[in-house]
């Protein structure tokens, strides 16, 4: 038997959540974007006033403000986001304990052991659409189908506010005929890349040489054949389920390009200190640091290391990152952005043989009790209670960075 799958993709969701107490908004072209005076400018969601003019996420400001003159901008408030995404989810779990979240406002539910309480795959869309409108004043776009591909896809199908079934029946019909862009996993060069070798079309990679596309894309190619044919097995995990974390990044735009060491200092210890407080939130440690580092025109590089013990202590992270930045780019270049990532997570509690070459045991202890000190104070008085001496007073535009605002 099939499986019954919902994929339900929240409608404009950072904007919708402004809107709930901005009213005034409503019936105006809207968007939530970063800071402009930061350059975070860019747009984070929009509503369908302003999507109808043209506005898409990730551009400009200055592009969407040239599209739509008349477009409000609203700052935004990421602590609503994550507690009306708690409370959708909430909302899932009624219907099913399968539920896989994709994003803050995306969520797969393997609705099959449902069906006999609440009706048909879309009849259970149908509800929760409903239910959630009704008790947060939120919509959202469902797709139904046998399997995550073809349900994610169908919640792309038709929005705002809608339910498209695709099935065995009919997803050659409605999938095959599209650009072949709007293949899920089919990036901006994959579909380049496929457009030039004659595939315009989904369907054109459903009927496709295996082989050929194996030649072109290599294992990837043999994936989006099977997608394109609705050959999806992947699970949908169960809510209870731990979600294993791979990596804990932050990165931001500065207000001004960083060109001296003592820049590159200020900002890395910053975003260094969230990754490790986040790390520590988790109970996770770092083995490796990735950076990211992006030039005024937004030609991107990324390094990476191995470190010789997990960690999440700020000072041990903040010193990796420094290490690769000064290997990899000449002080002095201006720099846009930056993102510091700990990769290769463990459990904090999981057993480790320290290096040789570790620094001093007792020098670690000093670190991580400074660390969870600052954690302590934080918890009771916000996140800009206390920082790093070095941090206070900049003019980068760098406070205590709790969320990444990182261009796309």
Not at 93 to 119: A, C, H, K, N, Y
Not at 227 to 242: F, H
Not at 373 to 379: G, L, V
Request: aromatic share 8%; net charge neutral.
């Amino acid at each position: 038997m099939d499986r019954t799958i919902i994929h339900c993709d929240m409608n404009g969701f950072y904007a919708s959540v402004e809107l709930l107490e901005r009213p005034d908004l409503k019936n105006v072209p809207m968007a939530v974007s970063g800071s402009p005076d930061n350059r975070h400018g860019i747009i984070l969601a929009k509503n369908e006033l302003a999507k109808r003019c043209g506005v898409v996420t990730a551009e400009t400001i200055w592009s969407a403000k040239k599209k739509c003159p008349q477009l409000q901008l609203v700052r935004p408030h990421h602590d609503k986001y994550k507690k009306y995404s708690q409370l959708i989810n909430q909302i899932y779990d009624r219907f099913t304990d399968m539920v896989e979240p994709f994003s803050i406002d995306e969520s797969w539910l393997d609705v099959t052991g449902s069906l006999q309480l609440f009706g048909s795959g879309t009849a259970i869309a149908d509800q929760i659409r409903t239910t959630v409108k009704e008790e947060l004043g939120l919509t959202l776009s469902a797709g139904v189908s046998y399997n995550k591909i073809f349900a994610k896809m169908g919640s792309e199908y038709k929005k705002p506010d809608a339910t498209t079934l695709i099935s065995r029946d009919n997803y050659k019909e409605l999938l095959w005929p599209m650009d072949v862009s709007d293949m899920f996993f089919v990036g901006t060069a994959t579909a380049d890349k496929l457009r030039r070798s004659g595939i315009a079309t989904i369907g054109d990679l459903a009927t496709a040489n295996l082989s050929v596309l194996q030649g072109l894309l290599g294992k990837q190619g043999g994936l989006l054949y099977d997608y394109a044919n609705g050959l999806d097995e992947s699970p949908v995990a169960y809510a209870y389920e731990k979600q294993k974390i791979k990596s804990v990044g932050n990165g931001t735009t500065f207000r001004r390009n960083l060109e001296s060491a003592a820049d590159i200092q200020t900002a890395l210890k910053a975003l260094s200190d969230t990754v490790s407080s986040r790390l520590r939130a988790y109970g996770m440690k770092a083995g490796g640091v990735k950076v990211d580092i992006k030039d005024p025109y937004f030609k991107t590089i990324s390094r990476q290391r191995q470190l010789e013990s997990a960690t999440n202590i700020t000072e041990e992270i903040y010193t990796a990152a420094y290490s690769l930045l000064k290997a990899s780019w000449q002080l002095g270049k201006p720099i846009r952005l930056l993102t510091v990532t700990g990769i290769n997570l463990t459990d904090e509690d999981e057993a480790e043989q320290l290096s040789l070459f570790a620094r001093n045991v007792q020098d670690r202890q000093k670190s991580s009790d400074l660390d969870k000190a600052m954690d302590t104070i934080r918890s009771k008085f916000g996140g800009q209670a206390i920082t790093y001496g070095g941090i206070l007073k900049n003019d980068l535009g760098i406070h205590w960075i709790e969320e990444n605002e990182e261009e796309e």
